[in-house]
């Protein structure tokens, strides 16, 4: 796809990833929306990014805060071409069975129907047209989960089945889907000491010296959406951790449960 000129609509724009995302767009002479819950740093990032830049108040939770901004940006550009359901949210680092149910569906609704009502919002227009690009984060959580961290790792492999699935919807009608598996990159969320890392049993310093910026992450989606690439990843030190994880779920595939069972029955379930 060709990017100079198309709009762009980056959930939690305000900053992070999704700054490092719009950063790259405008560098390809896109047109950027920043929306995002927290106005404030929606609009110190349209700031910093110029009049390419337009900060966008929206929780991604609420459908009818989707309709509101979906409104809005279709009066001001006629079109949104590239959709990046970016918004998330981290949780403190905890056994699953002492994670509090409120905390529990937070994560859920805003990383896991914060992207599906992006998807729900966009996805028509975007098939009818026969053209754009959906961009979902899910994180290295979302290939390899990590203990003490069961929710969020959930939520993002839920988000990377949405993405895989919606892909194969999408394909027929010229739209484009990939999903981004950021490792530690330089944010609000990971500087801050409750989210992304275990309190006290990491050495902050080092682990913040060694953060990837943003920016390289946005010029990466650029690249996968000019070549419509299903995975962005950009943290090439997981790699192991991944090989070893699928070496065990291939490992798990042997001859039938069932003596004489035919296989080829549950193709697609
Ligand atoms: N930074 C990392 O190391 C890292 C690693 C893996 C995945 N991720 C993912 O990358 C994405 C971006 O995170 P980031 O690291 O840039 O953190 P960030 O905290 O800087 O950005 C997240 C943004 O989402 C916004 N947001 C939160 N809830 C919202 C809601 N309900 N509606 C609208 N906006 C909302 C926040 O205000 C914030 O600006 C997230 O999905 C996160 O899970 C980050």
């Known amino acids: 796809m060709e990017l100079k000129d198309k709009v762009a609509f980056i959930t939690g724009g305000g900053g992070g990833i999704g700054e490092g995302m719009a950063?790259?767009?405008i560098e390809k002479d896109m047109r950027v929306v920043l929306a995002d819950m927290d106005l404030l740093h929606a609009e110190e990032a349209a700031a910093r990014l110029g009049d390419r830049a337009i900060p966008l108040a929206m929780d991604v939770t609420?459908?009818?805060s989707w309709a509101t901004a979906r409104e809005t940006v279709l009066t001001r550009f006629g079109q949104v071409d590239i959709l990046c359901n970016n918004a998330g949210i981290s949780s403190e680092r905890m056994p699953l069975d002492q994670f509090p149910p409120e905390a529990f569906a937070k994560v859920m609704a805003v990383n896991v129907t914060g992207v599906y009502n992006g998807i729900a919002t966009f996805g028509a227009e975007m098939r009818e047209r026969g053209g754009g690009h959906i961009v979902n984060t899910s994180s290295v959580n979302g290939l390899t989960p990590f203990g003490t961290f069961a929710a969020y790792s959930a939520s993002k492999f839920a988000v990377l089945a949405m993405s895989d699935a919606v892909r194969q919807e999408m394909a027929p009608y010229g739209v484009g889907v990939s999903t981004l598996f950021p490792g530690l990159t330089r944010s609000r969320m990971s500087l801050d000491p409750k989210g992304g890392a275990d309190?006290?049993?990491?050495?902050?310093?080092?682990?913040?010296?060694?953060?990837?910026?943003?920016i390289w992450l946005g010029r990466a989606v650029v690249r996968a959406i000019e070549r419509n690439e299903p995975y962005i990843i950009t943290h090439p030190d997981y790699r192991p951790a991944l090989e070893a994880r699928f070496r065990d779920i291939l490992d798990a595939f042997g001859g039938p449960a069932q003596p004489g069972y035919k296989t080829g029955a549950s193709a697609t379930m």
Do not use: V
């Open 23 to 25: 950063q790259a767009f």
């Open 62 to 64: 609420s459908l009818d």
């Open 199 to 214: 309190k006290g049993k990491i050495d902050r310093a080092a682990l913040e010296a060694n953060m990837m910026q943003p």
